[in-house]
Each structure stands twice: as structure tokens, then as C-alpha cells.
T-cell receptor
Framework: GQQLNQSPQSMFIQEGEDVSMNCTSS?????WLWYKQEPGEGPVLLIA?????ELTSNGRLTAQFGITRKDSFLNISASIPSDVGIYFC????????????FGSGTRLLVRP | GAVVSQHPSRVICKSGTSVKIECRSL??????MFWYRQFPKQSLMLMAT?????????EQGVEKDKFLINHASLTLSTLTVTSAHPEDSSFYIC????????????FGQGTRLTVV
């Protein structure tokens, strides 16, 4: 099935550092979503973006919807150990199906 | 956010048997639910869209006769893995959209299926 290109694949950083990850697609999406998944759990929505160019924050998280509608990034500032997990981007198609296409994920490890 | 509950969270079954997984929206009605499969260290892959009162829509490459989906009410969708084989072992996750609100879908906690 179709997937979005998400990078980096994994990151191992020091507590307090900032993190950036991004997703790109050859297709246009009308919504971009960022999720966090912890082991053995379902994804939890972090941020939803609905307009091209939109920049949205949720605490230490900031995400932007690319102008071309084909990309998005997520930044995490001042990382803490509980940020550990796998982060997925997801694009929602421009039709009424509401189907989500997921990125390949970014595995984040934070060293205390 | 809205709550989506999956049951069971873990199941082990023998090859050749069938397993049913339930997905319930606890505090909202969901006309549409989605079923995903996730293999270890991989992303979520959409298997099918479950529509209340009608047939499910399957993604390309997903066998509809093997993965039976029933969405008989606005709060419950079931996925039955028929004649399970070890290669069906995976993490199955459902999501549901609140029909009455223009919100994103919420995910269940997932079901770990192991076929031995």
C-alpha cells in the first residue's frame, strides 16, 4: 500500500535537545496529522493540520502543513525521556473516504 | 478525546482457527471505522474501511474472504481472521470517526494476534 516518506527513520538524542522530523508525499493531502505510538498501544493524535501553510503548536510540539500540500514537519523542543516512542505522520486524502495514509515512522530515543 | 476500545488486547490461536476482534466507540457513534495491520517495526497499513449497514471496502491485496468485517451497529465493528496462519500474526488496530462531529479518527489500543 501507499506510504509517505518520513525521515529520519530513528533518532537518539540527549534530553533537552530539539528534534525535527518530516514527511513528504507525491500526492496532495487536505489534512496532515501527527501521531505518537508507544509499544503495544494504538497511535495517539498529537497535532492536526487543515490548511496549507498552517503552523500549529501543542505544548513543546510544533507542526506545519507545507504550502504545496505535499509535506509536513514536526518539531519537539526541549525533549524529555517520556518523548520516547514512534512518531508517525499521516495524510488524509482529498475525498470523502477519510482514509489515512501513514508515514514509515520515526523512532525517537532520549538519553537522560 | 473520544474513546475507542478494542477487545481482546492479546490473543493466541492455533493455525486453522478463526479469531474475532471487536472495535467499539464508547461515547460516540461511528458510521465509518477503519482496520489497520501493523507488523513489527513497520507502519500502519490500512486493510479496510468498515461502513455501518453496508459491505466493507477492502484495500488492494487484502482478501475479503479471509478478513471478514461486520459493522452491524453505529458503535461496533468486528474483524474476523478466518483460517488463521502464522503469517497472519500481527498487531491489528481499528479507528473510528465521530459521525456527528467533524473530527479526526480515534484509534483503539490494538490487538496483538499470535497464530501458533
Amino acid at each position: 500500500g501507499q506510504q509517505l516518506n518520513q525521515s529520519p527513520q530513528s533518532m537518539f538524542i540527549q534530553e533537552g535537545e530539539d528534534v525535527s522530523m518530516n514527511c513528504t508525499s507525491s500526492s496532495i493531502f487536505n489534512t496532515w496529522l501527527w501521531y505518537k505510538q508507544e509499544p503495544g498501544e494504538g497511535p495517539v493524535l498529537l497535532i492536526a493540520l487543515y490548511k496549507a501553510g498552517e503552523l500549529t503548536s501543542n505544548g513543546r510540539l510544533t507542526a506545519q502543513f507545507g504550502i504545496t500540500r505535499k509535506d509536513s514537519f514536526l518539531n519537539i523542543s526541549a525533549s524529555i525521556p517520556s518523548d520516547v516512542g514512534i512518531y508517525f505522520c499521516a495524510g488524509q486524502r482529498m475525498d470523502s473516504s477519510y482514509k489515512l495514509i501513514f508515514g514509515s515512522g520515526t523512532r525517537l530515543l532520549v538519553r537522560p | 478525546g473520544a474513546v475507542v476500545s478494542q477487545h481482546p488486547s492479546r490473543v493466541i490461536c492455533k493455525s486453522g482457527t478463526s479469531v474475532k476482534i471487536e472495535c467499539r466507540s464508547l461515547d460516540f457513534q461511528a458510521t465509518t471505522m477503519f482496520w489497520y495491520r501493523q507488523f513489527p517495526k513497520q507502519s500502519l497499513m490500512l486493510m479496510a474501511t468498515s461502513n455501518e449497514g453496508s459491505k466493507a471496502t477492502y484495500e488492494q491485496g487484502v482478501e475479503k474472504d479471509k478478513f471478514l468485517i461486520n459493522h452491524a451497529s453505529l458503535t461496533l465493528s468486528t474483524l474476523t481472521v478466518t483460517s488463521a496462519h502464522p503469517e497472519d500474526s500481527s498487531f491489528y488496530i481499528c479507528s473510528a470517526r465521530d459521525t456527528g462531529a467533524d473530527t479526526e479518527a480515534f484509534f483503539g489500543q490494538g490487538t496483538r494476534l499470535t497464530v501458533v
